[in-house]
């Protein structure tokens, strides 16, 4: 087990606050007092995560600290990378299968799966994706867009904060990453990363958190989903998850993107019964809980990966457990979380369920992990520092090394276990 590191200091221990002098006003020059404080408003940035809204917690989770506080609003350039630094967005139709060329390597035929390639990273636009959404909160039955301007639709959260659809639930893109040896005649798996508040897929997902480098680093046969949740916004929403059957559909759609993408359309229902690990970070936590609990398919999930993420819905996690017992379940935690996660191992013993403290212990099917990380693990460097460097990649490569292994045949889990679709 690679070890944690070096340690640094959680922004939640407090703020770091430009505050006037006890003693009159400054006599150091104006340009470098404003140096010192665009340098000390950088560091408190560097060091900060922002948690999930308000509204999306439990009625018992802490209260989450004032965004506005601790993120100024982003400028335009700093929300969408240029064209240098940007992945490509693709369509479906991109990954049609193109003629061959006049001039051929081999005169043997290749099937797809064979076909040298490099690692695919990119975007895909896709309808079923969580946003737009212009159905229900299911919290309160009313219109998730319940605020407008005009012509202009926006969501009001509990705070009193407005987020505008057009800016903030408005990206229908999925980030798609299919490793170089991934191999469709081998048994796969289908990583689904939720990611937390305050995040882009290129900037967070991509650059600062390295997902796709995880799903590649495990040397797993498994490719990676990572939906756009609300843009860079304190705000957990599902959007389209919270929807029954949304998960499903959302599979289902990603089944033949992915198909296309690896050069084999045929190969569609091959990944429509690929079995599913969900991963959860901060406030990814509430479109994984619905997915499990509404989402259409829960025999395909094998394994849920809640990284610092139990602020609420315990219900829909413990009942997923219950249900799926063949499914391995972990969650790691700070302090942060660390009350919900005590409830939640309360429940579970409660229904006669056995719960792990110790990461190391085997990961096998229908293992249920907690684990609370070391003090000085901030929360924004959760995805890539928790029990262990790269936790995804240490999960998934646990995952493999399994006995007995965690099965990953489509619809044995459901036949096993008896378990139905919600």
């Known amino acids: 087990m690679i070890g944690t590191g070096p340690r640094s200091w959680s922004c939640r221990r407090g703020r770091v606050r430009l505050r006037a002098p006890a003693h009159g006003p400054s006599r150091r020059p104006r340009r470098t007092a404003s140096a010192l404080a665009a340098a000390a408003l950088s560091l408190s940035l560097a060091q900060c995560d922002q948690a999930p809204a308000p509204e999306t917690l439990a009625a018992n989770a802490a209260p989450a600290l004032n965004f506005d506080d601790r993120f100024p609003a982003p400028e335009f350039r700093d929300r969408f990378p240029s064209a240098s630094e940007s992945l490509q967005l693709h369509a479906p139709s991109d990954f049609a299968p193109k003629p061959p060329s006049v001039q051929l390597a081999s005169l043997e035929p290749q099937s797809p799966a064979l076909r040298q390639r490099e690692d695919l ?15 229900n909160n299911p919290a309160s039955d009313a219109p998730f867009l319940n605020v407008s301007s005009g012509e202009r639709r926006g969501h009001r ?55 796709p480098q995880q ?85 395909r999930v094998r394994g849920v990966v809640l990284l610092d993420a139990v602020y609420g819905q315990l219900d829909k996690f413990a009942g997923w457990i219950e249900r799926n017992r063949s499914s391995f379940f972990i969650s790691s935690y700070t302090r942060y979380t660390a ?80 378990t139905s679709t919600r």
């Open 121 to 135: 990273t990119t975007l895909v636009s896709m309808k079923s994706s969580a946003f737009p959404y212009f159905g």
């Open 157 to 211: 959260s509990f705070s009193g904060r407005v987020y505008w659809q057009d800016q903030t639930y408005n990206d229908s893109r999925v980030l798609v990453h299919v490793p170089q040896q991934f191999d469709l005649r081998k048994p796969g798996v289908i990583v689904v990363f939720f990611h937390g508040n305050g995040a882009t897929l290129e900037r967070d997902v991509r650059d600062r958190q390295l997902v």
């Open 215 to 299: 799903i590649t680093g495990s040397g797993v046969n498994a490719v990676l989903l990572a939906p756009q949740m609300a843009v860079d916004a304190a705000d957990s929403s599902a959007g389209k998850f919270w929807q029954p059957g949304g998960f499903k559909r959302f599979m289902d759609e990603a089944a033949i993107n992915l198909a296309r993408m690896t050069g084999d359309p045929a190969s569609a229902r091959t990944f429509a019964d690929m079995p599913i690990v969900i991963v959860g970070y901060s406030g990814g936590f509430l479109p994984a809980a619905w997915s499990l609990d509404v989402g259409g398919i829960g025999e």
């Open 339 to 418: 009350r919900h996660d005590q409830e939640l191992m309360t429940m579970l013993r409660n229904r006669g369920i056995e719960v792990s403290e110790d990461i190391e212990r085997p990961l096998r099917p229908g293992s249920v992990v907690f684990v609370e990380t070391d003090e000085g693990i901030p929360h924004r460097d959760y995805v890539t520092q928790a029990w262990t460097r790269h936790p995804i990649r240490d999960v998934l490569a646990r995952m493999a090394a399994a006995q007995p292994p965690i099965r990953v045949a489509a619809g044995a889990q459901a036949a096993s276990s008896g």
